[in-house]
C-alpha cells in the first residue's frame, strides 16, 4: 500500500487548508485511518483517526477546528483544517492499518509540510 499526502503550504494564522492522502488500491478494508504530525525539534504526535465505521477521534489541540473524512470509493483520506495556529506548523503525515479489525499503522506516506505563520 503506498501513501501520497497532499495539500500542505504556507497560511496565515485563522487561515484554512485541506490535506488529502491518496492510497494505491488495496483488497481489504483497513480498520483505521489516521493522521499525524511531527513540528521540528519534537517527536511525531497523533492528530485524528477514523475507523471503518466512520467513527472519528482527534487530539485536544485540534478538536473542533480539523475534521478528518475519507472517500472509499477513491481511497482516500482527508484533513480538512480550520482556524490554524502557528503551534499547527509541521510536518503531516497519513497512516493506514494493515489490521482489518485493530488500529494499527503500519502504512506510512511521505508526509506534507504546513506551515503556519502569524
Known amino acids: 500500500v503506498q501513501l501520497v499526502e497532499s495539500g500542505g503550504g504556507s497560511v496565515q494564522a485563522g487561515g484554512s487548508l485541506r490535506l488529502s492522502c491518496a492510497s494505491s488500491?488495496?483488497?481489504?478494508?483497513?480498520?483505521?485511518m489516521g493522521w499525524f504530525r511531527q513540528a521540528p525539534g519534537k517527536e511525531r504526535e497523533w492528530v485524528a483517526n477514523i475507523n471503518k465505521y466512520d467513527s472519528t477521534t482527534y487530539t485536544g489541540s485540534v478538536k473542533g477546528r480539523f475534521i478528518i473524512s475519507q472517500d472509499n470509493a477513491k481511497n482516500t483520506l482527508y484533513l480538512q483544517m480550520n482556524s490554524l495556529k502557528t503551534e499547527d506548523t509541521a510536518m503531516y503525515y497519513c497512516a493506514i492499518s494493515s489490521s482489518t479489525v485493530i488500529c494499527s499503522y503500519e502504512y506510512w506516506g511521505q508526509g506534507t509540510q504546513v506551515t503556519v505563520s502569524s
Open positions: 488500491a488495496y483488497t481489504y478494508s483497513p480498520y483505521c
